[in-house]
């Protein structure tokens, strides 16, 4: 048995543990709202946990979600948690969303990456200045100004 790494509290949860002998399955990843499954027997496939929804951007959208588990020939794996995880069998996981790669997969030797990150920041229009440079792409909702960033940029207030 192999217990899965630990969370840190209002970060991510716990990875699923392999409580099976079986040298390439694994157990999936925590995502920011659920720990991931645990693989316990033959044939399972450890999911990766789910993500977090936010509505920061004026619609829902959940991203974070761990990376799914190898399964038993390291090839297909569990699915990657809602939120990005990347699928187990050495998928990655989505871009701009944070979302953990999947397990490693025995034909390639290699695991999927993580889904790059993104910053959102979100205030009220009369307190924006205009002023951005780079990759943010630039909202509004309501009264408010959103500011989206998936690249280098930066913003002068």
């Known amino acids: ?3 899965g790494g630990s969370g840190t509290s209002g970060q991510g949860y716990d990875g699923g543990d392999k409580e099976f ?3 390439s399955m694994a157990g999936g990843g925590g995502g920011a709202s659920e720990e991931g499954v645990s693989v316990t027997g033959a044939a399972q496939e450890g999911r990766g ?3 977090r929804a936010s509505s920061i951007t004026g619609s829902s959208v959940t991203r974070a ?3 799914g588990g190898s399964d038993e020939n390291g090839t297909q794996g569990g699915t990657g ?3 990005g995880g ?6 990655n996981g989505s871009a701009n969303t944070g979302g953990g ?4 997969n025995n034909t390639t030797n290699n695991s999927g990456a993580g889904g790059s990150g ?3 920041l979100r205030m009220p229009t009369a307190s924006y200045s205009g002023t951005v440079t780079g990759s943010p792409s630039v909202t509004t909702s309501g009264s408010d100004t959103i500011i989206t960033f998936t690249g280098d940029g930066s913003i002068t207030g």
């Open 1 to 3: 048995a192999k217990t």
């Open 49 to 51: 946990g789910h993500g």
């Open 118 to 120: 993104i910053v959102i």
């Open 101 to 104: 790669g999947g397990g490693i």
């Open 65 to 67: 979600g761990g990376g």
């Open 21 to 23: 002998n079986s040298s």
């Open 86 to 91: 990347g699928n187990g069998g050495g998928y």
């Open 81 to 83: 948690g809602n939120g």
